[in-house]
């Protein structure tokens, strides 16, 4: 649905203070493409009735929880009953290469998944591995209407056949860089940081 | 981790890692679809020396509900009866390729002998040995006493918490009880303070150095308020007869080391009953204490299963099971990113 706005090649890349990576956006850029995604989420589902709206921890769960917030601000709903979280790493086709990664909550709102909307949030889309993991963790609890996807972040580079509904923002990238998202539940301030080969040298 | 031999391995930090996993295990089994592909495609071999119903089964299951392949062997009924070894059963078993060995031995260190001696390179996971360890059962009473005690009955959120301030009274057979040593490993560990109750003659040699404190009262104990009591089966299996001179006869033990329901009824409140099975009912334990709602007994048996699963993910999931890397792959397999971020690169 929105293709968010492309990333200017130069310009906003204010250094932070810490010097770890290239500051994209910040925490107005944020708040406002969030806004705009919870807008687009009311409008294609044509309000929120059978909206749920599914977090992946650790960074998609406050995302889904501000968004959640945006969508009972509009449609006058309570937050509580949008969101849940949905955590995917028993679903992973990479457990095998990484160090053991610590298994996150998984909690569904009290109407279940059955014949709803579920709308996936997570902040960074990238080889859509996780939204693989993510769609078969939903098949085990129970059969959605319909799935969409919301990120934050398309930073390109995918290896499956998996694109967003809801982008904040695409950010292309080379495959050497890092893509860091910060949020204020997480990490005590709002900004997604480039890191790596671009942000050097500057 | 990289096997899992005896809870006294264990650091705080690895064991609240082990219950919180578990805590998320657990949710996952209250769902309809129980099943999670997570260890598609590994395979456990349960390898059974001693009788036992419910580990293996937990640990079947607890396989099983990961997607692992389960080959269960026990001694009854396979080359063993006809005089092959542990190291050729155990060649066999890794010509065969498996990724877990579950062991339960009648000989103390069989498990460690299996894990360092080269002769498999999966992860081994021991399910009691001799007089010595059971790992799981301790992981699954401490899950079990951190749902009860921590975090305000059960109602506040446990994820990261130990026990600290907790006092256990285990009591019963302490001289037979791989569970007993376990246990008082563990549960200091994670910050909980340890009685242990025997008769003079169930207590171990050498049990003054243990991390926990000994009486020969059980009343005495049980006035002072402990959270928990954990009874121990009397092992008569390991007696000669009618208690081989460990103690005159089964009802003097039942007086003064049984619980019972006027035992029950002084204890405080919010204390809990566990035993981790099988129960010789009007020995240590009367039935209606064994059936009293303070009594967790039940729970334990399902808390098993998914301790079991925390423990075969904690082990298997993660990658390069290169053999003789023990202590670097602690530190790799184990390296939880605590902050949680997931860098996208």
């Known amino acids: ?202 | 981790m990289r096997h899992l031999l005896s809870a006294g391995d264990l650091t705080r930090d690895e064991a609240v890692l082990v219950l919180d996993t578990a805590a998320q295990m657990a949710a996952t089994q209250a769902r309809e679809i129980k099943k999670l592909p997570t260890l598609r495609g590994r395979t456990v071999v349960n390898l059974f020396f001693e009788d036992s119903t419910r580990t293996r089964i937990s640990f079947e299951t607890a396989a099983k509900r990961l997607s692992a392949d389960v080959i269960n062997f026990s001694a009854k009924g396979s080359s063993v009866s006809k005089g092959e070894s542990l190291k050729d059963t155990a060649l066999t078993l890794q010509a065969m390729g498996a990724d877990a060995v579950v062991i339960r031995h009648h000989a103390s260190g069989a498990p460690h002998t299996l894990a360092h001696a080269g002769w498999t390179h999966g992860a081994v996971v021991n399910a009691g040995d001799g007089m010595h360890q059971h790992p799981t059962q301790a992981l699954l009473d401490a899950f079990t006493l951190r749902r009860h005690l921590v975090g305000d009955g059960g109602r506040a959120d446990v994820t990261g918490r130990d026990l600290a301030g907790a006092h256990v009274a285990i009591v019963g057979d302490v001289l037979h009880s791989r569970v007993a040593r376990s246990n008082v490993q563990l549960l200091h560990t994670l910050g909980a303070r340890v009685t242990l109750v025997a008769p003079p003659t169930l207590v171990p040699v050498g049990a003054g150095t243990w991390t926990a404190d000994v009486s020969y009262d059980l009343d005495e104990t049980l006035a002072t308020g402990p959270d928990a009591v954990m009874m121990l089966r009397v092992q008569r299996e390991r007696m000669s007869s009618a208690g081989g001179g460990y103690f005159p006869s089964p009802l003097e033990y039942t007086r003064a080391y049984g619980l019972d329901g006027r035992r029950l009824a002084v204890l405080p409140e919010h204390a809990v009953v566990l035993h981790p099975g099988p129960m010789n009912r009007g020995l240590e334990i009367s039935a209606d204490a064994a059936d009293s709602p303070r009594a967790v007994i039940v729970e334990q048996v399902a808390n098993g299963v998914a301790v079991r699963m925390a423990v075969l993910y904690l082990l298997l999931a993660g990658g390069d099971q290169r053999p003789g890397a023990d202590a670097e792959d602690m530190e790799a397999r184990t390296g939880v990113r605590t902050d949680g971020t997931r860098v996208h690169a």
């Open chain 1, 1 to 202: 649905m929105s293709t968010g706005t492309p990333a200017p090649a130069s310009g906003r890349t204010d250094a932070v203070p810490d010097g770890t990576g290239t500051e994209v956006l910040g925490a107005a850029d944020i708040g406002r493409a969030l806004t705009r995604i919870a807008h687009e989420v009311v409008e294609r589902n044509k309000g929120v009735e059978d909206v749920v709206l599914l977090g992946i921890p650790t960074r998609g769960l406050p995302l889904a929880e501000r968004l959640a917030a945006r969508l009972a601000h509009v449609e006058g709903v309570d937050a509580g009953d949008l969101v849940g979280s949905l955590d995917v790493t028993m679903h992973r086709d990479d457990l095998a290469r990484q160090p053991i990664r610590p298994i996150g909550t998984t909690r569904l709102p009290s109407g279940g998944l059955d014949g709803r909307v579920v709308v996936l949030v997570d902040d960074v889309l990238f080889s859509g591995r996780t939204i693989r993991a993510a769609l078969d963790a939903i098949s085990d609890l129970g059969r959605p209407r319909a799935v969409q996807l919301a990120v934050l972040v398309d930073r390109g580079h995918r290896e499956l056949p998996i694109r967003a509904d809801y982008v904040g923002k695409n950010l292309p990238t080379a495959a050497s860089e890092r893509v860091r998202v910060l949020l204020q539940e997480t990490d005590g301030r709002d900004a997604v940081l480039i890191e790596g080969a671009r942000g050097t040298g500057r």
